[in-house]
């Protein structure tokens, strides 16, 4: 029942986002018939296959309670949704939703599991990032499917045929790729963007220390998150070399400085050295930061 699975519920972005805007313009709860009706899947064709495929993608993200459905079927988008932060509303629902769950399940379950394995695999990798200056690349002559796989191997690695191809997808719509060159480079700064108001928590300014500490809980994908906690051993016994305790991940570096250039975060050297940490520029310059001060976004 994997959501990067195209034969599995859930797998569907196009459903995802049709239902979800079909609930936000309604602006009201709506039966499944009414949804049904809005988008006519049995005017599809093979309208009994379209049909089912609709019905599955529904129930499965209200099954993670993506949307709300009360004891009389009628169903409603949670208060504050938008169009515009869906992405951000799934990726906090599913790490949310990974809370409770052992770490075997994090290992080997097979429901949102498989985005989060492969994709917490890439992360940890420079190669795919713009200081690596290699591309994700899809398909059959494709590097995509070795670059999870290499250090996925057995029943976590990713299928070419029905699930490479929607896990980058799901990457990039929740903000953990970015498209480039006809392919991928591994980039989390849309992913962090929304994260910023909770990781600060009403203060303008931490060490940077606590930033990634406070950040990793929000996204456990990330550097010191539980699921890199978790993968990072065993991707170190298949020949993967961790980065030096204080010393930020390349595709973690790029993310940050990127939030820098558009002004949502702003660095400083802290005057304790032994503080500091190394941020690691695409043109391979180290810059050692102490401190991370929060711009909170300006709405007009």
């Not at 709300?68 to 208060?79: N, Y």
């Not at 770490?103 to 394995?117: A, C, N, S, W, Y």
């Not at 890199?228 to 961790?242: A, D, S, T």
Request: with cysteine; hydrophobic share 40%.
């Amino acid at each position: 029942m994997s959501m990067v699975n195209n034969a599995h519920p859930g797998s569907s972005l196009s459903l995802l986002h049709l239902i979800d805007r079909v609930l936000l313009r309604r602006d009201r709860s709506i039966s499944r018939s009414e949804i049904s009706e809005a988008l006519r899947p049995e005017l599809l064709p093979k309208s009994d296959g379209a049909k089912k495929r609709f019905e599955e993608n529904l129930v499965f993200w209200i099954k993670e309670g993506l949307w709300s459905e009360d004891d009389k079927g009628m169903i409603s988008a949670p208060a504050g949704a938008t169009e515009k932060n869906l992405p951000a509303r799934v990726l906090a629902l599913i790490i949310s939703n990974s809370r409770a769950a052992s770490d075997q399940t994090i290992l080997d379950d097979k429901r949102v599991e498989p985005f989060f394995r492969a994709m917490t695999c890439l992360l940890a990798q420079q190669a795919f990032t713009f200081m690596g200056g290699a591309i994700l690349e899809s398909g059959k002559s494709g590097n995509a499917q070795e670059a999870v796989n290499t250090w996925l191997p057995g029943d976590r690695s990713l299928n070419l045929s029905n699930e490479l191809t929607v896990f980058l997808q799901y990457g990039d719509f929740l903000g953990f790729l970015e498209p480039f060159n006809n392919g991928y480079i591994v980039d989390p700064t849309r992913a962090i963007e929304p994260c910023l108001d909770t990781v600060f928590g009403g203060e303008d300014k931490l060490s940077l220390m606590k930033f990634i500490a406070r950040l990793s809980e929000e996204i456990p994908l990330l550097d010191g998150g539980r699921f890199r906690n978790l993968l990072e051993p065993l991707m170190q016994e298949l020949g993967w070399h961790p980065q030096d305790k204080n010393r930020v991940s390349p595709a973690l570096s790029h993310a940050l400085v990127r939030l820098e250039n558009t002004f949502r975060l702003r660095f400083d050297k802290a005057s304790d050295d032994k503080n500091s940490m190394q941020l690691e520029l695409p043109n391979g310059v180290v810059r050692y930061i102490g401190e991370v001060f929060y711009v909170p976004e300006v709405t007009v």
